[in-house]
């Protein structure tokens, strides 16, 4: 059982040293990126495609231009920042698409090629240039920061993990513990190594949006109003965007400290 765990452990050290090649632009974190960004920018192109094939484009032509007008201009001040800085290979396998659909949802999300779409709900809170900026510069981080990427790479590594421990010990014990630790595994790894990650890419979209927010030309100081607004405006169900990008005081403060702090760029 100790030799089973030992050989388990040496193993998760080596995954872990091997492949934590990766280094998120504007923050220095090091990652895990097991996929290349061609694996990524191909997995994304197909279900970009499934969601797009089932939703209504938004008939709103004027709310349209004003999403494809922001991501336009963010997209350009980053590229832009990029190549000056020589960093323009981060942004490999993005291609930049900005869609409005037609739904009464407050959410938005970024696929991690690149393609970005806002459900009509959400303008009801991002309601100016400066507020859809905020929006849109959290979702161009998730992309540039390879947040999918990464979080794929976990899983994998933790399933690796979690099909070695378990036939290790089940070789011993018999189905019986095996299932048990199969149980015990999945929690241990969500609360132990996967969700915490989750917040962490929430904290770091948020620092990097800010950041493009500022090359671009964008009132940073709009990304704490509009988080606060999201709170203060909380609708039940119908607020998807919540579900997924927690907000709360603590976050809030964060960013205001981001604010506070933002160093030249």
Request: charged share 20%.
């Amino acid at each position: 059982m100790k030799k089973s765990w030992k050989i388990i452990a040496a193993l998760a050290a080596l995954v872990l040293t091997a492949v934590s090649c990766g280094v998120v632009s504007f923050t220095g974190r090091k990652q895990i990126l097991l996929f290349s960004d061609s694996e990524i920018a191909s997995l994304s192109d197909q279900s970009y495609s499934e969601f797009m094939s089932t939703a209504t484009i938004s008939s709103d032509a004027t709310a349209t231009r004003s999403l494809k007008k922001v991501g336009a201009r963010m997209s350009a001040a980053l590229e832009s920042y990029m190549k000056t800085h020589n960093q323009s290979n981060t942004l490999r396998g993005l291609s930049w698409e900005f869609q409005l659909v037609k739904s009464s949802e407050v959410n938005a999300f970024c696929m991690p090629n690149g393609k970005i779409v806002f459900y009509e709900g959400i303008l009801n809170y991002a309601d100016t240039p400066d507020y859809i900026a905020v929006v849109m510069g959290h979702e161009m981080a998730h992309a540039i920061a390879k947040h999918g990427n990464e979080r794929m790479s976990q899983e994998s590594v933790m399933n690796l993990l979690g099909n070695v421990a378990s036939e290790a010990i089940g070789a011993k014990k018999g189905a019986a513990a095996q299932s048990l630790f199969n149980l015990g595994f999945g929690i241990g790894s969500q609360v132990g190594v996967l969700l915490p990650y989750s917040r962490k890419h929430e904290y770091e979209a948020d620092r990097i949006g800010v950041y493009i927010m500022k090359l671009a030309g964008y009132d940073i100081n709009a990304a704490p109003e509009f988080w606060r607004k999201m709170l203060n405006g909380k609708t039940g169900s119908k607020n998807d965007f919540l579900s997924t990008h927690p907000s709360d005081e603590k976050r809030i403060e964060a960013l205001q400290e981001v604010i506070n702090s933002m160093p030249a760029l």
